[in-house]
């Protein structure tokens, strides 16, 4: 039953897609493919975002191929790919959200539905199967258990004397999004970032503003109090730094989800082990490994997590005020943050 | 130069050259020229559009702004240590000016990530020294996050480059000199400011000029120390070409040939100086 | 002479280096302990985090692909840049201008920009491919590291009595490559030995180039202390550490295979 469902969905896509290639191969054909392609190369997939060590391990076992990486931001990997277009070296990279629809509008991306497409949420995917995330991130505050007042909301941060880690913005996504989290809790959207720049401004003014992101090696060092970093991040971080001196919490006011997407390359010459990667990341093993290394599977309302991956999640009512960033306005307005940042908040500092 | 070479001896100079020149050519000069030509693009058309677009910015200009005066600063600030350093160093055993070039060498390469993350240590919020003087009482609101903290760590691998580059200078100052200088009775200001500066001019102007292109040129030092608050260039370009969010390769390149050009004015200078020295040396 | 200074450059030169050395210490300290924690010393020491390091066979892969990188652009710029600069500078003015500011060019640029040019120009869409090989690193290297040899020696040529060289050489017949190779090279050897270390320290220390255009396929130490970014501080600070140590030592080969060969030269 398995073999013949992508079969009989490819021929039907056949029929009604003309041009669409995408899931014209059997699952067995795209496995000896891939076996036969050997190895995967990939961009910004590093071990140590978003649980991708387990993921390769997994996928490297499992097709018998070898992995190399190189990580890089969304911007380079796009140019890599397309520079190298008469000679790829790269088979797939990850993405901001941000990028997908960039990826697919320059020809830079090969579109591949997996066989449970239709399972993942309309806003967090592509309709022609270039881009869909697989994992979501949420802002969330990042904070040491030994600071008074510790926050639990955007409001609650202007109360307190902690200092507060926010950097990288205008060049990292979780930075601006953090950026647009303090904006959303605070009344404003991806239109209207005054109540954020006011935010920050008031924190800068009052000294309490790091311009360094926090990271592992910060928190080790006590350079970070609280930091707005993605949950995946924040949690994955709590563990190396020290469990019991770190809590994570999504702000109570408000909250922006985001994701990243694989992006497979147009030009790749392993076309096989590229689809499979993003097969294997949607699949339930796949979606199980991304919530074990504390990133929220896509899918979450619909497979089963074990217990250990369970328990790695923070409690569903958190997210209650957090909501998916809009993909299509958002990079517009992104352009405009970096010189807001500079004139409201990084004149205060 | 050898006033009475051969056109035989021109010509094997020129053919000995030719590796460099070849070198230079395929790998920065047509870089270079990409870069270049690439900055002109916009929405598909040549024009100056992304130029008009970053000049016309208060906000970009201020990042040249930012850009010329830390650079220059750190600079100046560089070659001014090197002196007294150098001359110091001169008075030593060649032994121990190899150790010490050593250490040199490695300061001056000592940049990036490794560098703002050593300086966190030591002057972050809760560095070593912030620590001890904040006991002393001593602190006085300097933090390695700000404007002079980057400056800070930009001298810290600007002075050894410095000292790298003007020390082989400081064989003019031979004991010869120093000898009639002191005979004469000039004073140590006299020898510094009538004697020293004026032989070593052509040397310390080429080497500031490197120094300023090698500070406008940092961009990993200062996005590590300072994410994206520091209103530099390098960071400018930086977001456009290497972000998460968005990407405007061709504005950065515009950017880029607008650092450039931001550097004619000292090389033009060093040049003048430069063909002055070397002619009065003939 | 030299007594007559008395304690002070001793002082001034020492303290430079202590200074030099004071961030590399903290981040190695860093490398060496299980909490610094808002302490003003670490309050733990382990050689937990080295020992991880001497294990994992990506870090040695690391160190020998960037010893290799760098050693190769070391000799490929000295072969390269040291006879172009004698010739501008002996022989040929124009030359001599042009590389003036050739060498000051690549600087200003951020090295993503350029690094993006380069992948456009070898990465196969002109027929020729180099990156995602060590070969666009080394070759690309020798332009940035030019400057290294052309603004020292040019300081050093400027304080030698070239003239006065030259006319003492003719009149014992002597050939202008002789006279540069025995005598003006040889009084040039601290620019030369500044342009070896320094060209070999760029090599190793540059992280853009060669992650842009090979990556993971031929990791260097800058790029596998990258991969340690998203991990323990501690054993970034130990990957650090042991890249200074690499640095420091390899300098010291340099340094010691162009020492003086006799005493009177060396003074």
Redesign the interface.
């Known amino acids: 039953m398995q073999k013949f469902l992508p079969i009989a969905l490819a021929m039907a896509l056949a029929l009604v897609a003309p041009g669409f290639h995408a899931n014209a191969q059997t699952m067995d054909e795209l496995v000896a493919g891939a076996k036969k392609e050997g190895q995967v ?1 990939s ?1 910004g997939m ?4 978003a649980n991708w060590g387990e993921m390769w391990k997994a996928i490297t076992a499992k097709y018998g191929v070898t992995h ?9 990997e ?3 790919f397309e ?5 790829p ?1 790269a088979d797939i990279g990850e ?2 959200l ?2 997908g629809p ?1 990826a697919a509008q320059k020809g830079l991306s090969m579109p591949y539905k997996t066989t449970n497409w239709d399972k993942i949420p309309s806003w967090a995917r592509d309709a022609d199967g270039q881009w869909a995330l697989g994992y979501t991130g949420t802002i969330a505050l990042l904070i040491r258990n030994d600071i008074k007042n510790p926050p639990k909301s955007f409001a609650d941060i202007l109360t307190g004397d902690y ?1 507060v880690s ?11 999004a953090a950026v647009l989290a303090a904006a959303v809790a605070l009344g404003g959207g991806e239109d209207n970032l005054q109540p954020a720049m006011d935010f920050f401004a008031k924190l800068a003014g009052q000294k309490r503003l ?4 926090a ?9 970070v109090e609280v930091g707005i970093v993605w949950d995946f991040n924040a949690l994955a971080w709590r563990d ?2 020290g469990k019991d001196k770190w809590s994570v919490v999504i702000p109570s006011d408000g909250s922006v989800t985001s994701g990243y997407t694989t992006t497979i390359n147009a030009f790749t010459q392993r076309p096989n082990i590229a689809k499979l990667v993003r097969e294997f990341a949607f699949s339930e093993e796949g979606q199980i490994i991304f919530a074990k290394g504390y990133a929220r599977p896509i899918l979450i309302d619909q497979i089963k997590l074990p217990a250990d991956a369970a328990a790695k999640m923070l409690p569903a009512d958190q997210y209650a005020k957090a909501r998916p960033i809009n993909a299509a306005t ?2 517009d307005s ?2 405009t943050l ?2 807001m ?3 409201s ?2 004149s205060q ?1 | 130069m050898i006033q009475s070479a051969s056109a035989g001896a021109r010509l094997a100079a020129a053919i000995v050259a030719v590796p460099l020149l070849l070198l230079v050519l395929l790998f920065e000069l047509l870089p270079l020229l990409a870069v270049l030509v690439n900055g002109f693009l916009h929405d598909g058309a040549f024009s100056f559009a992304n130029h008009r677009e970053i000049l016309a ?1 208060a ?1 970009q200009r ?1 990042s040249f702004v930012n850009s010329v005066v830390l650079s220059l600063a750190t600079s100046l600030i560089a070659v001014a240590a090197s002196l007294p350093i150098g001359r110091a160093l001169h008075t030593m055993p060649v032994r121990v000016q190899r150790i010490v070039m050593t250490y040199a060498n490695f300061g001056a390469n000592f940049t990036g990530f490794p560098i703002a ?1 050593a300086f ?2 030591l002057f ?3 560095g070593s020294f912030t620590l001890l003087l904040a006991k002393a009482g001593l602190l006085g609101g300097f933090t390695i ?2 404007k002079t903290g980057l400056a800070l760590v930009y001298c810290y691998f600007q002075i050894p480059l410095a000292l790298m580059l003007v020390f082989p200078a400081l064989d003019a100052i031979t004991p010869d000199i120093e000898e009639a200088s002191r005979l004469m009775g000039a004073s140590r200001f006299s020898f510094w400011t009538r004697i020293v500066l004026p032989i070593l001019l052509p040397s310390l102007v080429g080497s500031f000029v490197l120094l300023f292109a090698n500070a406008m040129g940092t961009y990993a030092t200062a ?9 530099l260039v390098t960071i ?1 370009i ?2 456009l ?7 405007d ?1 061709n504005l950065a390149d515009a950017l880029a040939t607008l650092l450039v050009v931001a550097l004619a004015v000292p090389i033009a200078i060093e040049r003048l100086i430069a063909r002055r020295g070397d002619r009065d040396a003939q | 002479m030299r007594s007559e200074k008395g304690i002070v450059p001793a002082i001034v030169v020492w303290g430079f280096v202590a200074l030099l050395l004071l961030p590399a210490a903290a981040v190695a300290l ?1 490398g060496m302990t299980t ?4 302490t003003v010393l670490p309050t733990g020491f382990t050689t937990a985090w080295f020992h991880n390091l001497f294990e994992d066979p990506r870090m040695s892969q690391a160190i020998l692909n960037s010893l290799l990188i760098s050693t190769a652009t070391l000799v490929l710029s000295a072969l390269v840049a040291v006879p172009a600069v004698l010739a501008g500078h002996f022989y040929l003015p124009v030359l001599d201008r042009c590389l003036a500011v050739l060498v000051i060019l690549p600087y200003a640029v951020p090295g ?1 920009v350029l690094g ?1 040019g380069l ?2 120009l070898y ?3 002109f027929g020729i ?1 180099l ?2 090989t060590p070969w666009i690193l080394i070759l690309a290297y020798v332009p940035l590291g030019a400057s290294f040899y052309y603004v020292p020696m040019k300081n050093n040529l400027r304080a030698i009595p070239a003239r006065e060289i030259f006319e003492a050489g003719y009149l014992v017949g002597a050939s202008d490559l002789a006279i540069i190779r025995s005598i003006i090279l040889p009084s040039i050897a601290p620019a030369l030995i500044v342009g070896f270390v320094m060209n070999f320290a760029l090599a190793i220390s540059e992280f853009v180039y060669a ?2 255009l090979v ?3 031929f990791p260097t130490l800058q ?1 596998f202390m ?2 340690l ?6 054993l ?2 130990g990957v650090i550490a042991i890249y200074f140590a690499i640095l420091l030592i390899a300098t010291s080969i340099v340094l010691w295979a162009t020492r003086p060969k006799s005493a009177a030269e060396g003074q």
Not at chain 1, 215 to 223: I, P, R, S, Y
């Open positions: 190369i961009l590093p071990d140590d975002w190399t990486d190189t990580d890089m931001s969304s911007a380079e796009l140019a890599k520079a190298e277009k008469s000679n070296s993405v901001g941000e990028f960039i200092k926010v950097g990288e913005v205008g060049k990292a996504a979780q930075s601006n790091l311009p360094v992101n990271n592992v090696a910060l928190m080790e060092k006590g350079e190396i730094a958002w990079p992104a352009k970096t010189r940042w500079q004139e908040v990084a500092m | 910015s906000f201020n993350f966190i240590i972050g919020l809760s996050y700000s996005f590590a120390l300072a994410g994206g608050n520091a209103n400018r930086g977001e070409v290497a972000g998460d969010v968005f990407s390769p | 860093n909490e610094w924690d808002g993503i993006l992948l456009r990465a196969g869409n491919v990156t995602g992650n842009l990556g993971g396929l790029i990258n991969v970014r998203g991990g323990s501080g501690h970034l600070s």
